[in-house]
């Protein structure tokens, strides 16, 4: 068995050990075996990255033969080359992070196995996911996060809220995977093969190729690269599929973690950053992924300025980044895309988990109206805030400040059409990220505490099992982009990539650097602005906010209630679905199918049994009555017809 069967069956392992053996061996022996493979694969995974990213090694490692159906033929094989020795690190490392976290916030749950057997299953899935080599293998770990997301944000399934949540994030990626399924499937059509290097050698012949699809004569690679896009915004949660995230929320705190910062959303990213040499001959595709990536930065900013669960500012906040990362793909910036990705999740992880510190801290309370004061009750936790909120808003020489720059600097370089409008959206929202991610720090750990006496009483700094995570997630949000800058969108990332992304001289990163100054350094102006004006709100003139929503309540309103996305939908889809399902259900089913079919013969026979059962009185000459009249009915019969006896 190699280090790659290991990194990848172990969670597996795990999974099945704490799923089917929980009473043998208890909740403490679920989340040691879990939290120990998991770490495993982490470390492993390391090795991993320096041996095939730095080293220039790659793998193709066969697990079994799979399919072989006409010309449609394909193996479970693991892929290892670049882009996913980068994701194995991601995944593993948030993944045995957020579980040693949760050894200590899910101490006092009754059901920790079946939590970190649930863990454990997202985390196999994810990694069947980022080490196929072919779309089908990587469908089939695409819908098994789904299925793992379902069963980790409905884990508290009691809370109807919880299963409402989980229910509509299984729902909405489900909008999204038929449209990576068509695309799967168009692509099979076009070219014969699911495996990515047979597809890669095959796409240049098809380059002006064209089918039917919808009625409609389309470009065959523009249309397959949308309808791959329409898969990566299901789980990406781009905007009009984005709907499901905030309500994730309802999932513990260290599912958030594991889900919005590095895990599921990002398989989206992954997924067209894997298909980049079909993307770069589909120019049509790429200007929508850019409008759409801009449009998302944009909205889930403007949603975040006003929020009040904690939760929820940072679940907005990883829908606008998702967003930044796909304008890098759109601009044909993979490498960014991915670095984006990758310092991310250290900084994302790190406030989902703060925001856990606190809300443990806080006895399960996530208004932060009901909060303030906390950064001498929990000092820890608020360093560990300031560093990951520090990194998310780009501050000079952080993670974030090298990735998502770069993101911006790549959409002003670009020469896609809609350039211009990915350049602007994605400033507005660095200046946006800027001012709620310090509201939350300020509404949070600062002025005059809010909370009642009885929640300020236990208040507490958590367990060296929470924090000590916390600390190395602040480690990766401070030198992540430092270490990595140059490997992954600098001089060397060339021999970095090795051709698992589409990267070149003189493409759009190498004019990105040769920007102006002033366009690279408008984004640390903006979080300076942002930084500046939510100081004055939250601070300086704590006032200000409530005059403004008094001011302008029609767009407080509108921002609050999420650009009302949620009620536009019921009224379009929800409604009208329940409606259509009522109406075959009461006219359909129970008037129609069961009125006429099995309810109304068995109706038609009781009648008839009803009217029989009066015949039977217990009276013998009713009886003797009766076989007379029938006597004289046969009789009468065969005299009539001329019959004999």
Not at 371 to 395: D, E, N
């Amino acid at each position: 068995m190699s280090q790659f069967h290991i990194i990848v069956f172990g969670p597996l392992l795990g999974f099945l050990i704490a799923g089917l053996f929980a009473k043998q061996i208890g909740d403490r022996g679920a989340m040691a075996v879990t939290t120990g493979l998991v770490t495993l694969s982490a470390i492993l995974s390391a090795f991993v990255l320096k041996d095939v990213a730095f080293d220039h090694n790659q793998y193709r490692i066969l697990v079994l033969e799979w399919v072989r159906s006409g010309s449609l033929s394909f193996d479970w094989t693991l892929y290892i080359d670049s882009l996913t020795a980068v994701m194995l690190v991601v995944v593993n490392t948030v993944s045995a992070l957020v579980h040693w976290y949760s050894i200590g916030y899910m101490s006092h749950d009754p059901h920790r196995a079946r939590f970190f057997a649930y863990l454990s299953l997202f985390t196999f899935a994810m990694l069947m996911l980022v080490t196929s080599d072919n779309l089908v293998q990587m469908f089939f770990g695409w819908e098994g996060v789904g299925l793992a997301s379902y069963l980790l944000i409905g884990f508290w399934f009691k809370k109807p809220s919880a299963n409402a949540a989980a229910i509509k994030a299984f729902v909405v990626n489900r909008v999204g995977d038929f449209g990576f399924s068509l695309g799967i499937f168009a692509l099979f059509l076009l070219t014969g093969s699911v495996i990515f290097e047979d597809i890669f050698q095959s796409l240049e012949g098809f380059a002006d190729a064209r089918f039917v699809f919808l009625g409609m004569d389309v470009h065959a690679l523009t249309t397959i690269a949308v309808l791959l896009f329409v898969g990566a915004m299901g789980k990406s949660a781009q905007l009009f599929l984005h709907t499901w995230l905030p309500d994730a929320m309802e999932g513990p705190t260290p599912v958030s973690a594991l889900i919005h910062a590095a895990t599921m959303v990002t398989a989206g990213v992954f997924l067209m950053a894997r298909m980049s040499p079909l993307l770069e001959l589909a120019p049509g595709a790429l200007t929508l992924i850019m409008i759409i990536g801009g449009a998302t930065a944009f909205f889930a900013a403007s949603v975040g300025l006003v929020q009040n669960d904690i939760k929820r500012v940072i679940a907005y906040s990883t829908c606008s980044q998702l967003g930044y990362m796909f304008v890098a793909i759109g601009a044909s910036a993979y490498g960014a895309a991915i670095f984006h990705l990758f310092t991310h999740a250290f900084f994302k992880a790190l406030l989902f988990l703060g925001a856990g510190s606190v809300i443990h801290a806080m006895s399960d309370e996530q208004d932060m109206r009901k909060m303030g004061g906390l950064s001498k009750m929990v000092p820890l936790t608020y360093l560990m805030m300031m560093v990951g909120t520090l990194a998310l808003t780009g501050f000079p020489y952080t993670a974030g400040f090298f990735s998502k720059d770069m993101i911006i600097e790549s959409a002003f370089a670009t020469h896609n059409p809609a350039a211009s409008f990915g350049f602007l959206m994605t400033v507005i929202a660095a200046f946006m990220t800027s001012f709620y991610s310090w509201r939350l720090v300020f509404m949070t750990f600062h002025g005059t505490p809010r909370a009642d006496e009885k929640t300020l009483s236990h208040v507490h700094e958590s367990p060296a099992v929470m924090w000590v995570p916390l600390a190395i997630l602040a480690v990766g949000a401070v030198i992540a982009g430092v270490v990595f800058s140059d490997a992954f969108i600098g001089e060397g990332r060339l021999a970095f990539w090795a051709g698992s992304l589409v990267a070149g001289e003189g493409d759009v990163m190498d004019e990105a650097h040769h920007i102006a100054s002033w366009i690279k350094w408008l984004p640390t102006g903006m979080m300076a602005l942002g930084f500046a004006l939510s100081f004055l709100f939250y601070i300086a003139k704590p006032g200000l906010p409530a005059a403004m929503a008094r001011t302008f309540p029609a767009a407080y309103q509108f921002l609050l209630n999420k650009w009302y996305f949620d009620e536009l939908y019921d009224r379009i889809f929800i409604r009208p679905a329940f409606w259509i399902g009522r109406f075959l259900w009461v006219r359909g089913d129970q008037k129609t199918i069961d009125g006429l079919g099995p309810d109304g013969i068995a109706a038609q026979v009781m009648a008839a049994a009803r009217r029989v059962r009066v015949l039977q009185s217990g009276y013998v000459y009713h009886y003797a009555f009766a076989m007379l009249i029938g006597i004289a009915l046969v009789i009468t019969y065969f005299v009539l017809t001329g019959g004999g006896f």
